[in-house]
């Protein structure tokens, strides 16, 4: 599967632009999507679904435009988890998942079997006969979830999947997404970085709107690497100063003292080491605003 987008923009009906001017191309696999509150994720989101028609710019799904004579071809080809979804409240999660198969299109026998399957996979076999409305918040992203993958989509589109979900749950559906982005593409949208680590080295960062950076992990880990330094000191005294003069993004109170990992270009004092990189740490550098850099000794 290939999506690609070419100088997408979407402008609200009160003038301001939800996304500007945007390109990318994406194949199989799963492709994270970050970005602060307000970033443009959501409104992506929408218009890959259909959901939103852009004021200007391409989107071609294989050979496919976008275009309203062939929005009713893309929708059969995606599976959509938005981040708010109220299932069938008076119905049983089994019930509704087969009532929205049928919307999709799946055949009876064929939907029973793909029902079966992902509520084990998610771990809601045990809690199929229950109704919707008495299902906890991560039972109710899960039943979402499975919804969304029914018509087996060429391209999954999920928002925020592992939300209320406990440490073991969020494994599972890490686990099921990586095994369905087999041959097809899967594009996650989340503000849990650690699940993106784990789960693909394919990202899209957005900010204000704009692709602010697409491409490997991996790369963007190696461009922020010699920015994030590691100090500790038992002084509680020295730690507070330390914050007010540099930018602190992680602070540990251990057995050896208060660890501090501060942001900055170079070796911001003596002590300091060189800090092991994460994908959040080069996600924190990346989103930074240069006030915000130069506001402190970054």
Same mark, same amino acid.
Not at 185 to 196: A, P
């Given at each position: 599967? /290939? ?6 923009t979407?402008?609200?009906?009160? *003038? ?18 970050? *970005? ?5 994720? =959501?409104?992506l ?7 939103i028609?852009?004021?200007? *710019?391409?989107? #071609?799904?294989?050979n496919?435009?976008?275009? $309203? ?9 995606i ?9 069938y409240?008076?119905?049983t999660?089994?019930?509704?998942? #087969?009532?929205?198969?049928?919307? !999709? ?5 064929? &939907?029973e079997?793909?029902? =079966?399957?992902? /509520?084990?996979?998610?771990?809601l ?5 229950k ?13 979402g979830?499975?919804?969304a ?5 060429? %391209? ?5 999947? =592992?939300?209320g ?15 369905? !982005?087999?041959?097809r593409?899967? %594009?996650? !949208? ?7 680590a784990? =789960? ?5 960062? #957005?900010?204000k ?22 100090? &500790? ?6 730690a507070?100063e330390i ?29 300091t080491?060189?800090? $092991? ?17 130069? !506001?402190?000794k970054?």
């Open positions: 599967m /290939l999506l690609t987008a070419r100088n997408l979407v402008t609200f009906k009160n *003038g301001c632009r939800g996304i500007q001017n945007m390109s990318f191309r994406i194949g199989n696999g799963i492709y994270g999507l970050l *970005g602060e509150n307000g970033a443009g994720k =959501t409104t989101m929408r218009v890959l679904t259909t959901i028609t852009p004021a200007s *710019g391409q989107i #071609m799904f294989e496919i435009p976008y275009a $309203e004579k062939n929005y009713s071809e893309i929708q059969k080809r599976g959509y988890l938005p981040q708010e979804l109220n299932l409240p008076n119905l999660v089994e019930d509704a998942l #087969m009532y929205l198969g049928s919307l !999709s299109g799946v055949e009876k026998r064929t &939907c079997k793909r029902v =079966t399957y992902y /509520l084990k996979r998610t771990g076999e045990e809690h199929k006969r109704k919707n409305k008495q299902l906890s918040g991560g039972m109710k992203r899960r039943a979830l499975v919804q993958l029914l018509n087996e989509p060429e %391209l999954l589109i999920v928002d925020e999947p =592992t939300t979900l406990d440490p073991e749950e969020r494994v599972r559906i890490r686990r099921l997404l990586v095994d369905f !982005s087999k041959n593409t899967v %594009l996650l !949208s989340t503000h849990v970085v650690e699940d993106l784990a =789960t693909t080295d394919q990202i899209l960062i #957005m900010k709107g704009k692709l602010e950076y697409a491409g490997h992990a991996g790369s963007l880990i190696a461009e922020t690497k010699g920015k994030f330094w590691n100090y &500790c000191t038992k002084a509680e005294a020295d507070e914050e007010r003069k540099y930018m602190v993004t992680a602070k540990q109170f251990a057995e050896d003292g208060i660890r501090l990992k501060i942001l900055s270009k170079k070796q911001p004092f003596a002590g080491v060189p800090a $092991e990189i994460t994908l959040e740490d080069a996600y924190i550098y990346i989103n930074l605003d240069h006030a915000q850099i130069h !506001s402190r970054v």
